[in-house]
Protein backbone atom coordinates (compact mmCIF):
# COMPACT_ATOMS: atom_id res chain seq x y z
CA UNK A 1 0.00 0.00 0.00
CA UNK A 2 1.44 3.53 -0.79
CA UNK A 3 1.90 5.70 2.48
CA UNK A 4 1.71 9.44 2.17
CA UNK A 5 1.65 12.30 4.56
CA UNK A 6 -1.77 14.38 4.37
CA UNK A 7 -1.93 18.54 5.18
CA UNK A 8 -5.02 20.63 5.56
CA UNK A 9 -3.72 24.40 5.14
CA UNK A 10 -6.53 26.60 5.35
CA UNK A 11 -4.64 29.79 3.27
CA UNK A 12 -2.56 30.06 0.30
CA UNK A 13 0.21 30.73 1.84
CA UNK A 14 0.26 28.01 4.02
CA UNK A 15 -0.36 25.19 1.76
CA UNK A 16 3.05 26.50 -0.21
CA UNK A 17 5.13 26.88 3.11
CA UNK A 18 3.54 23.43 3.50
CA UNK A 19 4.62 21.91 0.18
CA UNK A 20 8.19 23.86 0.70
CA UNK A 21 8.64 22.31 3.86
CA UNK A 22 7.45 18.54 2.98
CA UNK A 23 9.54 18.05 -0.90
CA UNK A 24 7.92 15.49 -3.15
CA UNK A 25 4.23 16.39 -2.29
CA UNK A 26 0.82 16.94 -4.72
CA UNK A 27 -1.71 18.92 -4.33
CA UNK A 28 -4.92 17.65 -4.17
CA UNK A 29 -8.78 18.64 -4.77
CA UNK A 30 -11.12 16.15 -4.71
CA UNK A 31 -8.82 13.03 -5.66
CA UNK A 32 -11.24 11.21 -7.84
CA UNK A 33 -8.38 11.62 -10.61
CA UNK A 34 -5.00 11.99 -8.31
CA UNK A 35 -6.19 8.81 -5.94
CA UNK A 36 -6.80 6.35 -9.06
CA UNK A 37 -2.95 7.28 -9.98
CA UNK A 38 -1.91 6.70 -6.60
CA UNK A 39 -3.63 3.38 -6.18
CA UNK A 40 -2.07 2.32 -9.82
CA UNK A 41 1.33 3.10 -8.66
CA UNK A 42 1.74 5.93 -11.46
CA UNK A 43 2.47 8.96 -9.21
CA UNK A 44 4.12 7.74 -6.10
CA UNK A 45 3.96 11.75 -3.66
CA UNK A 46 5.20 11.28 -0.46
CA UNK A 47 2.56 14.02 1.13
CA UNK A 48 -0.58 15.47 -0.50
CA UNK A 49 -1.83 18.91 0.14
CA UNK A 50 -5.38 19.04 -0.19
CA UNK A 51 -6.48 22.55 -1.36
CA UNK A 52 -10.25 21.67 -0.18
CA UNK A 53 -9.83 23.91 3.22
CA UNK A 54 -8.86 27.21 1.13
CA UNK A 55 -11.85 29.25 1.41
CA UNK A 56 -10.40 31.56 -1.44
CA UNK A 57 -10.37 28.62 -3.62
CA UNK A 58 -14.11 27.92 -3.76
CA UNK A 59 -17.26 29.44 -4.72
CA UNK A 60 -18.50 31.26 -8.34
CA UNK A 61 -19.17 35.19 -8.67
CA UNK A 62 -21.08 35.97 -11.80
CA UNK A 63 -21.53 39.43 -12.89
CA UNK A 64 -21.12 40.19 -16.61
CA UNK A 65 -18.63 37.80 -16.91
CA UNK A 66 -17.64 35.19 -14.31
CA UNK A 67 -14.96 33.85 -11.76
CA UNK A 68 -15.12 30.18 -10.61
CA UNK A 69 -12.95 29.04 -7.63
CA UNK A 70 -10.75 26.01 -8.63
CA UNK A 71 -11.93 23.65 -5.86
CA UNK A 72 -15.95 24.63 -6.20
CA UNK A 73 -17.17 21.37 -7.08
CA UNK A 74 -18.66 20.23 -10.65
CA UNK A 75 -21.89 20.08 -8.99
CA UNK A 76 -21.82 23.31 -7.56
CA UNK A 77 -21.61 24.39 -10.98
CA UNK A 78 -23.93 22.20 -12.41
CA UNK A 79 -26.25 23.98 -10.23
CA UNK A 80 -25.27 27.63 -10.31
CA UNK A 81 -28.30 29.42 -11.60
CA UNK A 82 -26.03 32.50 -12.31
CA UNK A 83 -23.63 30.21 -15.14
CA UNK A 84 -26.60 28.42 -16.47
CA UNK A 85 -27.67 32.23 -17.40
CA UNK A 86 -24.66 33.00 -18.48
CA UNK A 87 -22.57 30.21 -19.50
CA UNK A 88 -24.88 27.20 -20.65
CA UNK A 89 -22.61 24.89 -21.93
CA UNK A 90 -20.36 24.70 -19.19
CA UNK A 91 -23.13 23.82 -17.17
CA UNK A 92 -24.04 21.33 -19.52
CA UNK A 93 -20.59 19.89 -19.95
CA UNK A 94 -20.46 19.78 -15.39
CA UNK A 95 -23.92 17.92 -15.71
CA UNK A 96 -21.80 15.44 -17.61
CA UNK A 97 -19.17 14.72 -15.54
CA UNK A 98 -19.62 11.14 -14.49
CA UNK A 99 -22.54 10.64 -11.60
CA UNK A 100 -23.56 12.59 -8.82
CA UNK A 101 -20.70 11.06 -6.28
CA UNK A 102 -17.41 12.40 -8.90
CA UNK A 103 -19.50 15.50 -9.37
CA UNK A 104 -19.71 16.35 -5.37
CA UNK A 105 -16.16 15.56 -4.80
CA UNK A 106 -14.79 16.30 -8.16
CA UNK A 107 -13.17 19.90 -9.05
CA UNK A 108 -12.98 22.19 -12.00
CA UNK A 109 -9.62 22.76 -10.88
CA UNK A 110 -8.61 19.42 -10.94
CA UNK A 111 -10.91 18.76 -13.95
CA UNK A 112 -8.31 21.24 -16.22
CA UNK A 113 -5.22 20.24 -13.96
CA UNK A 114 -5.52 16.75 -14.79
CA UNK A 115 -5.39 17.41 -18.71
CA UNK A 116 -6.93 14.50 -19.83
CA UNK A 117 -7.79 14.91 -23.91
CA UNK A 118 -11.69 14.08 -22.69
CA UNK A 119 -11.78 16.74 -19.54
CA UNK A 120 -15.79 17.64 -20.22
CA UNK A 121 -15.32 21.38 -18.45
CA UNK A 122 -12.53 22.24 -20.59
CA UNK A 123 -14.23 22.68 -23.60
CA UNK A 124 -17.05 24.80 -22.58
CA UNK A 125 -14.19 27.22 -21.35
CA UNK A 126 -12.16 27.07 -23.64
CA UNK A 127 -15.00 28.44 -26.35
CA UNK A 128 -16.28 30.96 -23.60
CA UNK A 129 -12.38 32.26 -23.72
CA UNK A 130 -11.21 31.35 -20.04
CA UNK A 131 -7.96 32.17 -18.29
CA UNK A 132 -7.05 30.89 -15.43
CA UNK A 133 -5.34 32.66 -12.15
CA UNK A 134 -2.71 30.86 -10.79
CA UNK A 135 -0.27 31.65 -7.64
CA UNK A 136 2.98 29.91 -7.07
CA UNK A 137 5.04 30.18 -3.75
CA UNK A 138 7.08 33.22 -5.70
CA UNK A 139 4.11 35.21 -7.28
CA UNK A 140 1.35 34.51 -9.34
CA UNK A 141 0.33 35.27 -12.99
CA UNK A 142 -2.61 35.00 -15.37
CA UNK A 143 -2.62 32.34 -18.46
CA UNK A 144 -5.37 31.98 -21.40
CA UNK A 145 -6.65 28.30 -20.71
CA UNK A 146 -5.52 26.92 -24.01
CA UNK A 147 -1.56 27.32 -22.69
CA UNK A 148 -2.23 25.31 -19.51
CA UNK A 149 -2.41 21.75 -21.89
CA UNK A 150 0.62 20.31 -23.36
CA UNK A 151 -0.05 16.70 -23.49
CA UNK A 152 -2.06 13.70 -21.80
CA UNK A 153 -1.81 14.54 -18.14
CA UNK A 154 0.94 17.70 -18.66
CA UNK A 155 0.37 21.01 -18.12
CA UNK A 156 2.50 24.23 -18.15
CA UNK A 157 2.24 24.33 -14.04
CA UNK A 158 5.36 24.56 -12.07
CA UNK A 159 5.08 21.90 -9.75
CA UNK A 160 4.81 24.89 -6.77
CA UNK A 161 2.03 26.22 -8.71
CA UNK A 162 -1.71 26.35 -7.87
CA UNK A 163 -4.66 27.30 -9.92
CA UNK A 164 -6.94 29.63 -8.00
CA UNK A 165 -9.69 31.03 -10.32
CA UNK A 166 -11.37 30.27 -13.66
CA UNK A 167 -11.93 33.88 -14.94
CA UNK A 168 -14.40 33.89 -17.92
CA UNK A 169 -15.20 37.18 -19.82
CA UNK A 170 -18.55 38.31 -20.47
CA UNK A 171 -20.20 37.00 -23.28
CA UNK A 172 -21.24 38.74 -25.99
CA UNK A 173 -25.26 39.51 -26.23
CA UNK A 174 -25.42 37.19 -29.41
CA UNK A 175 -22.62 34.43 -28.64
CA UNK A 176 -24.81 31.05 -28.62
CA UNK A 177 -23.04 27.93 -27.34
CA UNK A 178 -23.57 24.10 -26.53
CA UNK A 179 -21.85 21.02 -25.23
CA UNK A 180 -22.24 17.96 -27.03
CA UNK A 181 -20.31 14.51 -25.64
CA UNK A 182 -20.64 10.71 -26.56
CA UNK A 183 -19.97 8.43 -24.42
CA UNK A 184 -20.44 5.01 -24.18
CA UNK A 185 -23.02 4.56 -21.60
CA UNK A 186 -24.31 7.42 -19.05
CA UNK A 187 -21.94 8.39 -16.61
CA UNK A 188 -18.88 7.66 -18.85
CA UNK A 189 -15.95 9.29 -20.27
CA UNK A 190 -16.28 10.81 -23.41
CA UNK A 191 -15.50 8.86 -26.83
CA UNK A 192 -15.31 12.45 -28.19
CA UNK A 193 -17.52 15.89 -27.16
CA UNK A 194 -17.85 19.22 -28.50
CA UNK A 195 -18.15 22.68 -27.60
CA UNK A 196 -19.09 25.30 -30.30
CA UNK A 197 -19.93 28.87 -29.46
CA UNK A 198 -21.52 31.22 -32.82
CA UNK A 199 -22.15 34.99 -32.86
CA UNK A 200 -24.88 35.33 -34.59
CA UNK A 201 -26.49 37.95 -35.79
CA UNK A 202 -29.84 36.00 -37.93
CA UNK A 203 -28.27 33.49 -39.94
CA UNK A 204 -24.91 35.09 -40.23
CA UNK A 205 -21.95 33.84 -38.07
CA UNK A 206 -19.44 36.87 -36.91
CA UNK A 207 -17.65 34.87 -35.75
CA UNK A 208 -17.08 31.20 -34.42
CA UNK A 209 -15.31 28.81 -31.52
CA UNK A 210 -15.42 25.25 -31.72
CA UNK A 211 -13.38 22.99 -29.12
CA UNK A 212 -13.39 19.28 -29.26
CA UNK A 213 -12.53 16.54 -26.86
CA UNK A 214 -10.74 13.21 -26.55
CA UNK A 215 -9.94 13.81 -30.21
CA UNK A 216 -6.18 14.59 -29.79
CA UNK A 217 -3.55 14.69 -27.21
CA UNK A 218 -5.26 17.76 -25.23
CA UNK A 219 -8.67 19.20 -25.28
CA UNK A 220 -8.02 21.45 -28.54
CA UNK A 221 -9.80 24.33 -30.16
CA UNK A 222 -10.66 23.59 -34.17
CA UNK A 223 -9.47 26.82 -35.88
CA UNK A 224 -9.61 25.92 -39.50
CA UNK A 225 -13.40 24.67 -39.04
CA UNK A 226 -14.05 27.71 -37.07
CA UNK A 227 -12.53 29.94 -40.26
CA UNK A 228 -15.23 28.06 -42.12
CA UNK A 229 -18.27 29.82 -40.45
CA UNK A 230 -16.84 32.75 -39.68
CA UNK A 231 -17.99 35.76 -41.57
CA UNK A 232 -20.36 33.41 -43.43
CA UNK A 233 -24.04 32.86 -44.02
CA UNK A 234 -24.34 29.36 -42.32
CA UNK A 235 -26.25 27.48 -45.17
CA UNK A 236 -25.82 24.06 -45.82
CA UNK A 237 -22.98 23.79 -47.40
CA UNK A 238 -20.86 26.28 -45.31
CA UNK A 239 -21.89 24.02 -42.54
CA UNK A 240 -20.53 20.80 -44.24
CA UNK A 241 -17.26 22.51 -44.95
CA UNK A 242 -16.74 23.12 -41.24
CA UNK A 243 -17.69 19.62 -40.66
CA UNK A 244 -15.07 18.25 -43.14
CA UNK A 245 -12.55 20.91 -41.64
CA UNK A 246 -13.26 19.46 -38.08
CA UNK A 247 -12.49 16.15 -38.98
CA UNK A 248 -9.35 16.81 -40.56
CA UNK A 249 -8.36 18.78 -38.32
CA UNK A 250 -8.48 16.09 -35.18
CA UNK A 251 -5.87 13.26 -34.53
CA UNK A 252 -8.03 10.45 -32.70
CA UNK A 253 -6.86 7.21 -31.48
CA UNK A 254 -7.76 3.80 -31.14
CA UNK A 255 -8.59 2.58 -28.02
CA UNK A 256 -10.47 0.51 -25.46
CA UNK A 257 -13.37 3.06 -25.93
CA UNK A 258 -13.46 3.43 -29.89
CA UNK A 259 -12.06 3.72 -32.48
CA UNK A 260 -10.07 6.72 -34.25
CA UNK A 261 -12.25 6.72 -37.43
CA UNK A 262 -15.87 6.70 -35.28
CA UNK A 263 -14.12 9.47 -33.07
CA UNK A 264 -13.85 11.49 -36.42
CA UNK A 265 -16.99 10.76 -37.36
CA UNK A 266 -18.61 11.86 -34.22
CA UNK A 267 -16.69 15.51 -34.12
CA UNK A 268 -18.38 15.94 -38.09
CA UNK A 269 -21.92 14.55 -36.74
CA UNK A 270 -21.62 16.68 -33.54
CA UNK A 271 -20.59 20.15 -35.35
CA UNK A 272 -23.53 20.16 -37.49
CA UNK A 273 -25.64 18.82 -34.82
CA UNK A 274 -24.35 22.17 -32.79
CA UNK A 275 -24.71 24.85 -35.43
CA UNK A 276 -27.99 23.58 -36.69
CA UNK A 277 -29.58 23.53 -33.38
CA UNK A 278 -27.72 26.97 -32.28
CA UNK A 279 -29.37 28.42 -35.35
CA UNK A 280 -32.66 27.01 -34.43
CA UNK A 281 -32.66 24.81 -37.61
CA UNK A 282 -33.75 20.68 -37.66
CA UNK A 283 -30.33 18.69 -38.56
CA UNK A 284 -31.20 17.38 -42.26
C1 LIG B 1 -15.73 7.02 -12.14
C2 LIG B 1 -15.19 8.30 -12.70
C3 LIG B 1 -15.90 8.94 -13.71
C4 LIG B 1 -15.41 10.14 -14.26
N1 LIG B 1 -16.12 10.74 -15.26
C5 LIG B 1 -15.64 11.89 -15.81
C6 LIG B 1 -16.36 12.51 -16.87
O1 LIG B 1 -17.41 12.06 -17.31
N2 LIG B 1 -15.83 13.66 -17.39
C7 LIG B 1 -14.65 14.21 -16.93
O2 LIG B 1 -14.25 15.25 -17.44
N3 LIG B 1 -13.97 13.63 -15.92
C8 LIG B 1 -14.42 12.49 -15.35
N4 LIG B 1 -13.72 11.89 -14.34
C9 LIG B 1 -12.45 12.47 -13.92
C10 LIG B 1 -12.51 13.36 -12.65
O3 LIG B 1 -13.57 13.04 -11.83
C11 LIG B 1 -12.56 14.84 -13.02
O4 LIG B 1 -11.47 15.15 -13.86
C12 LIG B 1 -12.54 15.76 -11.77
O5 LIG B 1 -13.01 17.03 -12.13
C13 LIG B 1 -11.15 15.91 -11.18
O6 LIG B 1 -11.22 16.84 -10.12
P1 LIG B 1 -10.56 16.53 -8.70
O7 LIG B 1 -10.81 17.73 -7.86
O8 LIG B 1 -11.05 15.23 -8.16
O9 LIG B 1 -9.01 16.40 -9.09
P2 LIG B 1 -7.83 15.73 -8.26
O10 LIG B 1 -7.88 14.25 -8.48
O11 LIG B 1 -7.81 16.21 -6.86
O12 LIG B 1 -6.58 16.36 -9.03
C14 LIG B 1 -6.30 16.07 -10.37
C15 LIG B 1 -4.94 16.69 -10.74
O13 LIG B 1 -5.01 18.10 -10.73
C16 LIG B 1 -4.11 18.67 -9.77
N5 LIG B 1 -4.84 19.78 -9.18
C17 LIG B 1 -6.11 19.75 -8.70
N6 LIG B 1 -6.52 20.98 -8.37
C18 LIG B 1 -5.49 21.81 -8.65
C19 LIG B 1 -5.31 23.22 -8.54
N7 LIG B 1 -6.27 24.02 -8.10
N8 LIG B 1 -4.12 23.75 -8.92
C20 LIG B 1 -3.12 22.95 -9.39
N9 LIG B 1 -3.23 21.62 -9.51
C21 LIG B 1 -4.41 21.06 -9.15
C22 LIG B 1 -3.74 17.54 -8.83
O14 LIG B 1 -2.44 17.70 -8.28
C23 LIG B 1 -3.82 16.34 -9.76
O15 LIG B 1 -2.63 16.21 -10.50
C24 LIG B 1 -14.19 10.70 -13.77
C25 LIG B 1 -13.49 10.06 -12.72
C26 LIG B 1 -13.97 8.87 -12.21
C27 LIG B 1 -13.20 8.21 -11.11
Do not use: W
Not at 137 to 159: D, Q, V, W, Y
Not at 246 to 261: F, K, L
Amino acid sequence: MTRYDYVRPHSLAEAHAMRAEIGDARFIAGGTDLMIRIRGGEVRPTALVSLRNIEDLAGVEVDGGARIGAATTIADVARHAGLLDRFPALVQAARRVGGPAIRNAGTVGGNLCNASPCADTALPLLVYGASLRIEGARGGREIPLEKLFKGPRATSLAPDEIVTHVILPAPSPKATAVFLKKGRVAMDLSVASVAVLLELDGETCRSARIAAGSVAPTPIRLPGAEACLAGKRLTDDVVAAACEAAMREVSPITDVRSTADYRRRIIGVYLKRAAYGLLGRVTP
